[in-house]
């Protein structure tokens, strides 16, 4: 391990310069063999647009003989055979209401509901916010 590179990779964390990361070796003793950094301070740059990523998350895994995890394989299934269903047609298709009554009866089911049901305005909705919004809900 070379102690001086590693010096100079904390003096760079810490000061965030560029000039700084720039000023670390790396590989070779010889400066014409060295290799640079690709984009070192990516991990602390902001996102102008979108949610800021630190906001975003994804939960663990669920267990694979969970309740949680039957329901979510099911889900699955049902959008894909719902996947050429237009979403005018969510509220009478027969794919789509089969799908949202047996969603419904599943324990492990954690998608939203209205009124403990789900439905075509909640049907195959995600998690984040505005995700209940869509062709088929109240609000829109």
Known sequence: MDLNAYSAL???????RPADFEAIAMGSPDPASQR?????????AFNLEGADPQ??????ALAFNSAE???????LYWQALARDVPFSEY????????AAAELGKLSGFQGPKV?????AST???GFTAEDSLGPTSPSS
């Open 91 to 98: 509220d009478t298709h027969p794919i789509t209401q089969a």
């Open 36 to 44: 640079k950094f690709v984009n070192p301070q990516a991990g602390i």
């Open 115 to 119: 009124n403990g049901r789900v439905d």
């Open 69 to 75: 995890q039957a329901a979510d394989a099911v889900e």
């Open 55 to 60: 906001r975003l998350s994804i939960a663990p």
């Open 10 to 16: 904390l003096n760079a964390l810490t000061t965030g």
């Open 123 to 125: 049907l195959f909705r």
